[in-house]
């Protein structure tokens, strides 16, 4: 949650650090016989782990002469480090993967990346996907494993039973949960003791946002626009504060975490859980055989004919400037697998897909969740677009907090708008940004 939330032990980082150059000098070791040998470098998350592990496995079995090596850093903070590091002493590996948007911008991708626009798949990636690892007019990453999407997870038992129709306005959404109301059932599940789930209701409106002000990114990332002063923009804190005016949260809203609210809504006793899509792997590990149970919508907005999923990229794997001569065009040639209908089916193959791919002609299993071959239909509509953080670096620190206030009755939306706009002030100003 990285930006939703979401300095390393000076040791620890050393010692993280040898153990990857000495794994980089074998994987990069000198190729004999034809043969080449990449070193691949992920984060150390197991799920990671058994995707590039696959990955490799099945690019190797489609290239013998070709063999990739899987090396790995700790995920987050420290493991960004490394990659920075790595990259900045020229030891990085012929092959990583890393995140996209800002944190792509941070690795300084013109001085340290190769770019990879003049690849024929390019044009098969989706494009809210090559927003995001673009630099200068060029492309630099490709896409790995499947967009986030920030919308309402809902009981399609209690849609059903209900008869109600997904909503894509907000007075639709509101009717519909007069109705739930009434029939008995919490309509809206909040779980504010994990304060990083309250700012779901504004961060997945930004497509409503950005639909109805097009230029708002660009301009919010200048100071030229603001929460309090858009119309756009303020009705998430709007949202926030109507659902509780309105007794439509679930009464432990205030101490419940986020595994009380997936079992709320696998349940069926809450209709409405605003969330990420990520959190559907949590949801059926706690509650198996709920796939076909639980649907997603976007976050409605004013207009209808305008309403869409707000997405999260995938991440993006990259090759650095050093890796050069064959180890180059071996290098491309994973790459390639890896945007590839092949590369995703392998991905498909180390774990279900929470996420619709970013290339054109992967497609989803059968046995995906009903939620996210619902977000296929956005995105495969032309539907959908990217979460504000990775069309600005501005975002202040206290937003969940802020949220929480809101939704919990503490403060108005109008003023927590404008708080929040000067908890920004801040993080621009730090960042250097022209405006601030």
């Given amino acids: 949650m990285r930006k939703l939330a979401i300095a390393p032990a000076v040791l620890a980082t050393a010692a993280l650090l040898l153990a990857g150059c000495s794994a980089g000098s074998l994987g990069s070791s000198d190729d004999s016989g034809g043969k080449v040998a990449l070193s691949f470098l992920v984060d150390n998350t197991p799920q990671t782990v058994k995707t590039g592990e696959q990955l490799a496995k099945d690019f190797t079995a489609k290239n013998p002469d070709i063999t990739v090596k899987v090396e790995t850093r700790p995920a987050g903070t420290d493991g960004d480090n490394i990659v920075k590091t790595r990259l900045s002493t020229g030891d990085m590996t012929d092959v990583f993967m890393y995140n996209t948007g800002s944190l792509f911008q941070a690795i300084a991708p013109q001085k340290n990346l190769v770019p990879l626009s003049d690849q024929p798949y390019i044009g098969q990636l989706d494009q809210n996907f090559v927003t995001t690892v673009t630099s200068a007019d060029k492309v630099y990453g490709a896409p790995w494993g499947g967009f986030m999407g920030g919308g309402v997870l809902y009981s399609r038992p209690v849609y059903s039973k209900l008869s109600l129709q997904v909503p894509k306005t907000w007075s639709e959404f509101m009717a519909n949960n007069a109705r739930i109301r009434a029939a008995g059932t919490d309509p809206v599940i909040q779980t504010y003791q994990e304060t990083w789930t309250s700012q779901l209701l504004i961060l997945a409106d930004f497509h409503n946002v950005s639909a109805t002000e097009p230029d708002f990114a660009a301009k919010y990332t200048k100071n030229q626009a603001k929460y309090a002063t858009s119309a756009a923009a ?72 305008k309403n869409g999923l707000t997405v999260w990229s995938p991440a993006g794997v990259y ?104 908890d920004v002030k801040k993080q621009a100003q730090q960042l250097g940004l022209e405006g601030w």
Avoid at 261 to 288: E, K
Avoid at 354 to 373: D, E, F, I, N, R
Avoid at 406 to 421: E, F, Q, T
Wanted: glycine share 10%; proline share 7%.
């Fill in 234 to 305: 303020r009705q998430g804190f709007e949202h926030l504060q109507a659902i509780h005016d309105a007794g439509y949260l679930n009464k432990d809203f205030a101490s419940a975490k986020l595994t009380d609210g997936l079992r709320q809504l696998a349940q069926g006793t809450g209709a409405h859980y605003p969330t990420l899509s990520s959190t559907l792997a949590q949801l059926l590990a706690d509650n198996p055989g709920k796939e076909n149970d639980i649907g997603m919508f976007a976050i409605p907005g004013t207009d209808a004919s």
């Fill in 319 to 422: 090759i650095p400037t050093t890796t050069t001569g064959a180890k180059l065009d071996a290098a491309k040639k994973f790459v390639a697998y890896v945007a590839s209908p092949d590369g995703c089916a392998s991905q498909t193959t180390a774990s279900t897909p929470t996420g619709p791919y970013a290339v054109k002609g992967c497609t989803l299993p059968a046995s995906v969740p009903q939620a996210v071959k619902d977000m296929q239909t956005y995105i495969d509509g032309g539907q959908s677009s990217l979460a504000l953080e990775f069309l600005s670096p501005v975002k202040g620190p206290a937003l969940e907090q802020i949220c929480v206030e809101v939704g919990s009755g503490i403060r108005k939306a109008g003023p927590a708008a404008a708080l929040y706009d000067e």
